[in-house]
Structures are given as C-alpha cells and as structure tokens.
C-alpha cells in the first residue's frame, strides 16, 4: 500500500493566531490502496469518525480529484491515527493534506504546495495548520486573496512542547464562534507587539521574553470560558518552570515551551485539569521539520 505520514501541528503559539504553526513528531500514518469502493479502516484516535465518503481524507481526496479533472478511483484507506482529534493538534489538517496527497499519488499528477494548500483551503480556510502540516518545521503563513504566502524559521532544538490533552473534544468551528469579529486598536496593537516578540525571542534564544511574548487578547480570553481549568493550568506550568504557555490551537489542549522539567511540567498540568474535573493526559513532543512524506508500505 502507498503510505502518507503527515504530522500534528500545534498553532498560534498564543499571540500569533491564525499565522503561526509548529510541526510535530506526532504522526498520522494513511495507507491507501484502489479498491471497488471507498473503504476507511480506522485504528488508534478517532473511532467515532466516518468510514466512507463522509471522512475528511475522503472529502479532501474527492475535492483535489475534481479540482485536477481526474475520475476519483476508490480507495481503501487504513487511518493509523496518533493525533488525538478536535484536540488543537491539527487532526483536521493531517487528514486534509493526506488525501490531497493521496490524490495526487494515485492518479500520477504532481501539484506544487501552493496548488495543494488551495485546494486545502477549501475545507480549513485558515492556513497554520496546513502549512506546517504539509512542509514541516515552525511555519508563518498568511493568506492573501486565495494564496498562501509562508516562510518556515528555524526553531529552536533545545525547546520541547509539552502538551496538556483533556479528555473532551472541542471543534474548531464551535472555538471560532466565541471569538469577536470587531476588535480595540489596543488588543490589535498588543498581539503585533507580542508576534512580533515571539519571534525575535525565539531568533535570538532570549528565552526570558517568551512568557510576555505568548500573551494574546485576540483568542485565548474567549476561548478560555470553553475550558475548565484554562488558567489554572497555565499557572501550574508556569511554576514547574516552562517558558511560555498557551492554547494549543483552537483548543481545548493547552501547550507549552520548555527546555527542562519536561515530565513534572507535564503532571502539573495534567493535576490542574484533574482538578477542575476534567481527566487530561500529557505529551512531550518536538519540533519535526519534515511535513508530509510518502512512502512504500508493505502493512495492511
Ligand atoms: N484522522 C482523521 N481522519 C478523518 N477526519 C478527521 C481526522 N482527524 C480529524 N478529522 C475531522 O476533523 C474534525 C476535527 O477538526 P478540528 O475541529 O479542526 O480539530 P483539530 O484540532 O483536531 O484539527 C473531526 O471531528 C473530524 O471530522
Ligand atoms: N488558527 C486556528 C487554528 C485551529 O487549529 P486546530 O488544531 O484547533 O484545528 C484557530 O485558532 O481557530
């Protein structure tokens, strides 16, 4: 079978919503071979997602099959999932560009990143999840009219995510719902200053700036009524001695950046939830800078 291992992401780093992403070494693997009709077998996360044409894989697969003009041949498709979904982990996007891929491979027709993220764009219209999906590493991407303009920087390898996942699912649609259309010129202002921090903090590895950096006005204060326990954790990260922390993604996952700890960061913030009530495990995960690859499978 043909394989397609595309990783997890992690997006806005707090004050960089909708423009920055880090690729993960958390991967979804997608096997996929032509078979009489659409077929998902799924093992590890999301048991409860569709096994036929109504799987994102499928939708995003069948979207660049129209979009290329090529008859969609069925596929079988075997989802070994590790990213835990409507997490903020970016699971939509592995399977987004997975069967974007899937397309491209099985019908013999190359597409450059920018084709693809088009395509992408489609079902996920924002792109800071795709991009590092597709291309890896730390990912600044922004979208002009229907392009994607991105540069990947590099990250630094001495910082690891540990990554806090309660066990309650949050779409991103419904996350995106609580955020505000209309924002001050003060809370505009802060998360350029901040961004614009992040980056220079990271550049330079001074790393004592990162934990002003990562404050935003823009998501996270909304989003935080949508999980138990959302300040309690940072605080608890915070003081087992993590650089910054903030919503992984859309949530309900909460991140952060560390260089040391990594394991007592992780319980801290696993007990925090605990105590909201909320079961939550942890992981600590670097910065991949491979995005998506294809490979020769021989597993079923
Ligand atoms: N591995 C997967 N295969 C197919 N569809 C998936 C997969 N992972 C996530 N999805 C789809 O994406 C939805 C979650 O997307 P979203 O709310 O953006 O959260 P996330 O942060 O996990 O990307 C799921 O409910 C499901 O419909
Ligand atoms: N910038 C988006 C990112 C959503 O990421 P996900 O991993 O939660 O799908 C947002 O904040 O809505």
């Not at 596929?75 to 997490?87: E, G, S, W």
């Amino acid at each position: 079978m043909l394989g397609i291992s595309v990783p997890a992401s992690t997006s806005n780093l707090g004050c960089g919503f909708d423009a920055f992403g880090l690729a993960l070494n958390l991967r979804n693997e997608f096997l996929v071979e032509e078979w009489e009709s659409f077929r998902v077998y799924i093992e590890g996360e999301g048991e409860h997602l569709p096994r036929d044409e109504n799987n994102l894989f499928i939708k995003a697969y069948l979207k660049a099959c129209q979009r290329l003009r090529v008859e969609a041949k069925p596929l079988k498709v075997v989802q070994k999932n590790r990213v835990p979904t409507a997490r903020g982990l970016g699971s939509s996007a592995t399977a987004i560009i997975g069967g974007i891929t899937a397309c491209e491979i099985i019908h013999g027709k190359s597409m450059s990143h920018q084709e693809k993220l088009r395509i992408a764009l489609s079902l996920e219209p924002h792109p800071d999840n795709l991009t590092p999906a597709l291309v890896g590493g730390f990912v600044i991407s922004l979208l002009d009219e229907d392009k994607v303009i991105y540069t990947k920087l590099d990250f630094p390898e001495d910082i690891k995510l540990v990554v806090a996942v309660p066990d309650f699912e949050l779409s991103t649609h419904e996350a995106r719902k609580v955020l505000k259309q209309m924002v001050s010129l003060s809370d505009a202002v802060g998360n350029v200053q901040r961004a614009s921090l992040m980056i220079a903090s990271l550049c330079q590895k001074r790393y004592e700036l990162l934990k002003e950096a990562v404050k935003d006005r823009l998501h996270q204060p909304h989003r935080a009524k949508l999980i138990p326990g959302f300040y309690r954790v940072l605080e608890r990260a915070y003081e087992e001695g993590a650089l910054a922390v903030f919503l992984s993604g859309a949530g309900p996952s909460i991140a952060s950046f560390s260089t040391e700890n990594f394991e007592s960061i992780g319980k801290a913030m696993v007990k925090a939830f605990e105590e909201e009530g909320v079961s939550a495990r942890y992981l600590v995960l670097d910065v991949s800078n491979e995005g998506t690859k294809v490979y020769q499978s021989f597993d079923s």
